[in-house]
């Protein structure tokens, strides 16, 4: 049997019906289709599926739907501002930091909440920071390099 579940969802309060073993990932991606979440491992260990949940990066797949319940939840969907990209999406462009792209939104998440907690980051803090976050393309350095230009981005904003 469903259960209500309100949060605020991409800055949109709504009260969302779910299943009781639906993950956050399925919620988001199977029934709401924000399929910019994406799906990997399913047991949390690639960050595919990472997501803010009232400001810290989650790993959707491993958070219960109904856990989210009064929570303010962001997705990739929910990071830019009308057409403004945040600035971490910015850099990650600029730097080249994209290949096939299918760890990025991931990484873009978790490198949101990491920069909010931790302005001014040295590079082995960045690489500490994402060691959940997996990229099949390899193409690690230029994320890092991302990482470290939006935090300078950030701090000028
Ligand atoms: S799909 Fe969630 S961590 Fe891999
Ligand atoms: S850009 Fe392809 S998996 Fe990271």
Redesign the pocket.
């Given at each position: 049997m469903k259960i209500s579940v309100p949060m605020v969802l991409n800055s949109r309060a709504q009260t969302l019906e779910v299943e009781p073993y639906w993950t956050l990932?399925r919620l988001l991606r199977d029934e709401l289709d924000l399929t910019g979440t994406?799906?990997?491992?399913?047991?949390?260990?690639?960050?595919?599926?990472?997501i803010l949940v009232d400001g810290r990066a989650v790993?959707?797949?491993?958070m219960l739907a109904a856990q989210a319940a009064g929570a303010e939840v962001t997705t990739i969907e929910g990071l830019a501002r009308g057409d403004e990209l945040h600035p971490v999406q910015t850099a990650f462009v600029e730097y080249g930091a994209i290949q096939c792209g299918y760890c990025s939104p991931g990484f873009i998440m978790a490198a949101t909440a990491f920069l909010a907690e931790n302005p001014r980051p040295s590079r082995d803090e960045i690489k500490d920071a994402l060691e959940?976050n997996l990229c099949r393309c390899t193409g690690y350095i230029k994320i890092f390099e991302a990482v470290e230009a939006a935090a300078g981005a950030l701090q000028r904003s």
């Open positions: 990932q994406k799906e990997g491992c399913r047991t949390g260990n690639c960050g595919v599926c990472t790993k959707s797949c491993l959940g």
